[in-house]
């Protein structure tokens, strides 16, 4: 069986090199790659053209459209049997394809994703905001922890689908956020099946500041809603936690602010917040426990950023689909994408 790598890029020269180099030295070779530059204003053809020798590699420039579909168009140019998406910010460990090779000889399935972790050389915000996404305290075992959570939905930066399931989805829709899980939704409502691969991890390097960071979480918060219109009965309760977690945020500091002007006394006002300073000491124990004093801080701010962003996107989607009665939230997501 022959891998297509397929990788959307906008902008992001400096990470396709990375990438591009990962992929030489992988110890598994039967693969293509193909480069779908959508519309960027800094192109990265001069760093393709550098990996031409190593890899066989092939590049197409198109105009802006978003991530699923120049997923698509990356995979209607492909020669392989099966398919297989990188975000341009993920750095592939040598054995990856190796590992995804055997397991799917060993137990084939027409679809399946792996998780994402931080390389000892990421930055300590991109360590802390990799820890955010892959906490189970934070994400609740969704996002490649657990193979318990359910049938597992593999995410773009990391899935393969076979060249069957494209020609009976017709790929990724239009949605620049959560079009990976809608994708996912789709091929299990097709019938297909799905299977989660630990050990076929890549690092991903994610946004590289909180307020990036922010914005997309906001966005995925949206997302999540226009999934429900899409699919009904997708929205669990899981995918509610950040918006309760977010009004139990305010009620905790309102409640300090009110408690402490009324009786003029710091020990109220802690007590009203003893909740956020609980999690804010599990996060920082949990994560001490793994990336240090500097990456536990900061974990402690990326927690929080993805909560409350997730959860202001959620209840704003939320708003406008259930009482305005708008079928699709989509502000922001054009303007926001790329920043």
């Known amino acids: ?23 030489t030295r992988q110890t598994f070779k039967d693969f293509d790659v193909i480069v779908v530059e ?16 190593q890899l066989d590699i092939k590049y197409f420039f198109k105009p802006n459209s978003g991530p699923g579909t120049t997923r698509n168009y990356g995979a209607e140019r492909a020669e392989g049997d099966y398919f297989i998406f990188f975000d341009s910010d993920c750095i592939i460990p040598d054995d ?91 091929i299990l409502e097709g019938g297909f099946e799905t299977q989660l691969i630990k050990e076929a991890f890549v690092y991903h390097k994610r946004r590289t500041d909180f307020r990036k960071f922010f914005r997309q979480v906001f966005n995925s918060g949206c997302a999540r809603i226009n999934l429900d219109q899409r699919h009904p009965g997708s929205l669990k309760l899981v995918h509610t ?26 020990l109220v006002p802690m007590i009203c917040i003893s909740p956020l300073i609980l ?37 704003k989607a939320a708003w406008n689909t259930y009482v305005r009665g708008k079928k699709e939230d989509t502000t922001g997501f054009v303007r926001n994408f790329y920043k």
Not at 1 to 23: Q, T, W
Not at 101 to 118: I, S, V
Not at 285 to 297: C, E, H, T, Y
Request: hydrophobic share 45%.
């Open 241 to 266: 936690l950040p918006a309760c977690f977010l009004v139990g945020e305010i009620v905790c500091i309102l409640a300090a602010i009110i408690t402490g002007i009324v009786t003029k006394n710091w």
């Open 38 to 53: 959508d519309g960027s204003n800094v192109r990265a053809d001069e760093i393709i053209q550098k990996y031409r020798p």
């Open 96 to 186: 990856y394809m190796a590992i995804v090779d055997q397991r799917l000889a060993e137990n084939f399935t027409d679809c399946y994703g792996g998780p994402d972790a931080a390389m000892p050389t990421f930055t300590p915000v991109q360590k802390a905001i990799s820890y955010a996404m892959t906490s189970i305290i934070s994400t609740g075992g969704i996002r490649g922890a657990s193979e318990k959570a359910g049938k597992f939905h593999p995410r773009s930066f990391n899935m393969g689908f076979s060249r069957k399931v494209l020609e009976a989805t017709h790929g990724f829709s239009t949605m620049r956020f959560g079009e990976d899980i809608d994708m996912t939704l789709r």
């Open 279 to 315: 999690l804010a000491a599990i996060v920082f124990a949990d994560s001490l426990r793994q990336n240090g004093f500097k990456v536990a801080l900061l974990s402690v701010v990326a927690v929080f950023v993805q909560l409350t962003a997730y959860g202001m996107g959620f209840i």
């Open 1 to 23: 069986m022959k891998f297509s790598i397929i990788i959307p890029l906008y902008n992001r020269p400096n990470e396709i090199d990375e990438l591009l180099d990962s992929l």
